[in-house]
């Protein structure tokens, strides 16, 4: 990529790019110090390799590399560097590493020490396994006492820990082929990424039942090993294959599913009421058929706030949903009954109300106790009763994973919902993208929990809105790429837009009654507002793909097969006649794209279209 990368990324920070380390048929990409897309034969064995130190918060420590040494042979490569972490109140660890490989082996070797104790919530390694060919296939686990367990990776996703008391996991990338990971210096396990939209299964060190934040003693070193050893069994192995390049087409064909597109909404929130309602004339041209308004009364959201949804949903023509976060310090029927009553005098009168205890936006994690809380029975009924004549939703305010974790009563619920946030583990440009992968994994495992129950997603944004996993959202002053963050540079820039067509894309299937992607205005808004690094008062690229969607939302669309989803996505809306009309495109990439449309039976000559670094683009079909 050339150029200012502002307009894409919405900062001028440049993400390194990774090098390409190979020993025969094995290959990894060195980033940061760690290892993604390691290969065998072209296939993604691991997705990731990496040590990583948490803070108590669960984010993500950045550490200074020094002494870096790269030593790549023809058969063989090796790296050794030194981490250093800066933690609480002036805590220090340092890390030292060496990485080893050959074709087929591959050797990742940590010690940390600390001259001053060290405090974190988990300092180790973690090991991606990615997704796509491995959900509901075949695994042998090692665990600690040396028992060995045939099983699967699950398919739909586990809300719980899969595997425990971990020593190694083996797997077959191919016929013929196994890959064998071996975890050594602590105990490990294995959670279901998919439950935050990370397209992995995560075995990670330290048993999370263990207690946290915990403390690494003084001048104690902590040493930890993976290996991967890959046994070929193939009688005859081909010619290793070149990988396909970023400037070859991409070729569209057809899929087999199809369905209608779901209503488009737009996010609300208490604190930015106001300044949604000054631009309610761009919330006329952008025409969402849906406004999600948030009421927090535990965060003095009230009275005041009910009367500016009131007038802004008086100025919008579509339905509204009061999404109510109840404090849940009263009964539940004396705190809604008081809510109802000031939306009465308020004249706010929304067609849905989605009510979750507040409580329930933190996260329960495996070992911990659960928060006090009213039954669900008891607070829908409660709803039931003070908004009458109204839908009622239920699900979380938070994440997919907590849906999972604490299945919601839904019988006498009118639609389920959840959010998304692909920022949880990793901000980094390429995590980011592949959280895509998660999506319909997270939509087909809502669907086999509670049918075909109406079901909503969002507001699911690029930043946190609120961290379910610690104390609050990291502070991000300087727009980085930044994990939890509760604002992210990229929300400005193409890649939001391409984002969002993608996301859309991915949960086709799932066949929502609505989906919601932004806010109108504020840090996830679709209109920039002041202290931001973009011009306020300005349409952020994302708006275009939003406005696009809320106009064909109802219609009927087709799936489009893509030959490198990695890099392209799209899918087709249909006429009343059932001839395609448009064709959606979003080019996930930082790199210009050719599609190749022939298989969608374009005649020749124009059979080919070019999209720009992170379009997002509607092609006119007839």
Same mark, same amino acid.
């Given at each position: 990529?050339? #150029?200012?990368?502002?307009?894409?990324?919405?900062?001028?920070?440049?993400?390194?790019?990774?090098?390409?380390?190979?020993?025969?048929?094995?290959?990894?990409?060195?980033?940061?110090?760690?290892?993604?897309?390691?290969?065998?034969?072209?296939?993604?064995?691991?997705?990731?390799?990496?040590?990583?130190?948490?803070?108590?918060?669960?984010?993500?420590?950045?550490?200074?590399?020094?002494?870096?040494?790269?030593?790549?042979?023809?058969?063989?490569?090796?790296?050794?560097?030194?981490?250093?972490?800066?933690?609480?109140?002036?805590?220090?660890?340092?890390?030292?590493?060496?990485?080893?490989?050959?074709?087929?082996?591959?050797?990742?070797?940590?010690?940390?020490?600390?001259?001053?104790?060290?405090?974190?919530?988990?300092?180790?390694?973690?090991?991606?396994?990615?997704?796509?060919?491995?959900?509901?296939?075949?695994?042998?686990?090692?665990?600690?006492?040396?028992?060995?367990?045939?099983?699967?990776?699950?398919?739909?996703?586990?809300?719980?820990?899969?595997?425990?008391?971990?020593?190694?996991?083996?797997?077959?990338?191919?016929?013929?082929?196994?890959?064998?990971?071996?975890?050594?210096?602590?105990?490990?396990?294995?959670?279901?990424?998919?439950?935050?939209?990370?397209?992995?299964?995560?075995?990670?060190?330290?048993?999370?039942?263990?207690?946290?934040?915990?403390?690494?003693?003084?001048?104690?070193?902590?040493?930890?090993?993976?290996?991967?050893?890959?046994?070929?069994?193939?009688?005859?192995?081909?010619?290793?294959?070149?990988?396909?390049?970023?400037?070859?087409?991409?070729?569209?064909?057809?899929?087999?599913?199809? #369905?209608?597109?779901?209503?488009?909404?737009?996010?609300?929130?208490?604190?930015?009421?106001?300044?949604?309602?000054?631009?309610?004339?761009?919330?006329?041209?952008?025409?969402?058929?849906?406004?999600?308004?948030?009421?927090?009364?535990?965060?003095?959201?009230?009275?005041?706030?009910?009367?500016?949804?009131?007038?802004?949903?008086?100025?919008?023509?579509?339905?509204?949903?009061?999404?109510?976060?109840?404090?849940?310090?009263?009964?539940?029927?004396?705190?809604?009954?008081?809510?109802?009553?000031?939306?009465?005098?308020?004249?706010?009168?929304?067609?849905?109300?989605?009510?979750?205890?507040?409580?329930?936006?933190?996260?329960?994690?495996?070992?911990?106790?659960?928060?006090?809380?009213?039954?669900?029975?008891?607070?829908?009924?409660?709803?039931?009763?003070?908004?009458?004549?109204?839908?009622?939703?239920?699900?979380?305010?938070?994440?997919?994973?907590?849906?999972?974790?604490?299945?919601?009563?839904?019988?006498?619920?009118?639609?389920?919902?959840?959010?998304?946030?692909?920022?949880?583990?990793?901000?980094?440009?390429?995590?980011?993208?592949?959280?895509?992968?998660?999506?319909?994994?997270?939509?087909?495992?809502?669907?086999?929990?509670?049918?075909?129950?109406?079901?909503?997603?969002?507001?699911?944004?690029?930043?946190?809105?609120?961290?379910?996993?610690?104390?609050?959202?990291?502070?991000?002053?300087?727009?980085?790429?930044?994990?939890?963050?509760?604002?992210?540079?990229?929300?400005?820039?193409?890649?939001?837009?391409?984002?969002?067509?993608?996301?859309?894309?991915?949960?086709?299937?799932?066949?929502?009654?609505?989906?919601?992607?932004?806010?109108?205005?504020?840090?996830?808004?679709?209109?920039?507002?002041?202290?931001?690094?973009?011009?306020?008062?300005?349409?952020?690229?994302?708006?275009?793909?939003?406005?696009?969607?809320?106009?064909?939302?109802?219609?009927?669309?087709?799936?489009?097969?893509?030959?490198?989803?990695?890099?392209?996505?799209?899918?087709?809306?249909?006429?009343?006649?059932?001839?395609?009309?448009?064709?959606?495109?979003?080019?996930?990439?930082?790199?210009?794209?050719?599609?190749?449309?022939?298989?969608?039976?374009?005649?020749?000559?124009?059979?080919?279209?070019?999209?720009?670094?992170?379009?997002?683009?509607?092609?006119?079909?007839?």
């Amino acid at each position: 990529m050339t #150029g200012d990368p502002f307009p894409l990324f919405g900062t001028r920070e440049t993400e390194t790019p990774p090098l390409r380390l190979a020993a025969g048929r094995l290959t990894a990409d060195l980033s940061d110090g760690n290892l993604r897309a390691i290969r065998y034969d072209g296939v993604e064995v691991l997705r990731a390799l990496a040590y990583l130190v948490r803070d108590r918060d669960w984010g993500t420590i950045a550490p200074r590399i020094s002494d870096l040494s790269i030593d790549q042979q023809a058969d063989r490569f090796a790296v050794t560097y030194t981490a250093h972490c800066d933690g609480h109140e002036g805590e220090r660890l340092a890390v030292t590493v060496s990485i080893e490989g050959r074709e087929d082996e591959l050797v990742f070797a940590a010690t940390a020490l600390s001259p001053t104790g060290f405090t974190t919530n988990r300092c180790g390694f973690c090991v991606l396994h990615p997704i796509f060919g491995l959900a509901g296939a075949p695994a042998r686990v090692e665990h600690v006492d040396g028992r060995l367990v045939e099983t699967r990776f699950p398919e739909l996703i586990d809300p719980w820990q899969p595997f425990k008391e971990m020593r190694a996991i083996a797997h077959w990338p191919m016929e013929g082929v196994e890959a064998l990971c071996r975890m050594e210096g602590d105990t490990f396990e294995m959670e279901d990424q998919r439950n935050w939209s990370d397209a992995s299964y995560k075995t990670y060190v330290r048993p999370l039942a263990l207690p946290w934040p915990y403390r690494i003693p003084a001048d104690e070193p902590q040493a930890q090993r993976v290996s991967l050893r890959i046994t070929d069994r193939r009688a005859a192995r081909p010619a290793l294959k070149a990988e396909a390049g970023a400037a070859d087409p991409v070729a569209l064909s057809f899929g087999g599913e199809s #369905g209608r597109l779901p209503a488009i909404g737009l996010w609300i929130s208490a604190e930015e009421a106001k300044a949604s309602l000054s631009e309610a004339g761009r919330l006329a041209a952008l025409a969402p058929q849906e406004l999600i308004f948030s009421l927090d009364p535990g965060a003095g959201h009230g009275r005041d706030a009910l009367a500016d949804f009131a007038a802004l949903a008086a100025r919008h023509g579509g339905s509204s949903t009061l999404e109510l976060a109840l404090p849940c310090r009263r009964p539940p029927a004396d705190e809604l009954t008081d809510i109802a009553g000031w939306m009465k005098a308020a004249g706010f009168a929304p067609q849905a109300v989605l009510v979750s205890p507040a409580i329930d936006r933190q996260s329960t994690p495996p070992g911990s106790a659960w928060p006090d809380c009213p039954p669900l029975e008891s607070v829908y009924a409660a709803a039931r009763a003070a908004f009458p004549g109204i839908r009622l939703g239920g699900g979380m305010l938070s994440y997919f994973t907590e849906l999972n974790r604490k299945r919601v009563p839904a019988d006498d619920l009118d639609f389920i919902s959840h959010c998304t946030c692909p920022i949880v583990h990793a901000a980094d440009d390429l995590s980011v993208m592949q959280t895509l992968e998660a999506l319909p994994f997270i939509t087909r495992s809502v669907r086999a929990i509670y049918g075909e129950k109406p079901y909503r997603i969002g507001p699911s944004t690029l930043a946190m809105r609120q961290n379910p996993y610690g104390s609050r959202t990291m502070p991000n002053p300087h727009f980085t790429r930044l994990p939890m963050a509760a604002r992210d540079p990229r929300h400005h820039g193409g890649f939001a837009a391409a984002f969002a067509l993608g996301y859309a894309e991915s949960v086709l299937p799932a066949g929502l009654e609505c989906l919601t992607l932004s806010a109108l205005t504020g840090p996830f808004g679709l209109i920039a507002g002041p202290g931001e690094p973009v011009r306020e008062g300005d349409l952020r690229p994302l708006a275009a793909p939003i406005a696009q969607l809320a106009r064909l939302a109802g219609r009927p669309w087709r799936a489009c097969r893509s030959a490198d989803p990695a890099r392209l996505r799209a899918f087709t809306v249909t006429g009343d006649g059932g001839e395609a009309d448009h064709l959606l495109l979003a080019n996930l990439t930082a790199l210009p794209l050719t599609v190749s449309l022939g298989q969608l039976g374009i005649p020749a000559g124009k059979d080919t279209h070019s999209l720009s670094p992170f379009e997002a683009a509607v092609v006119t079909l007839r």
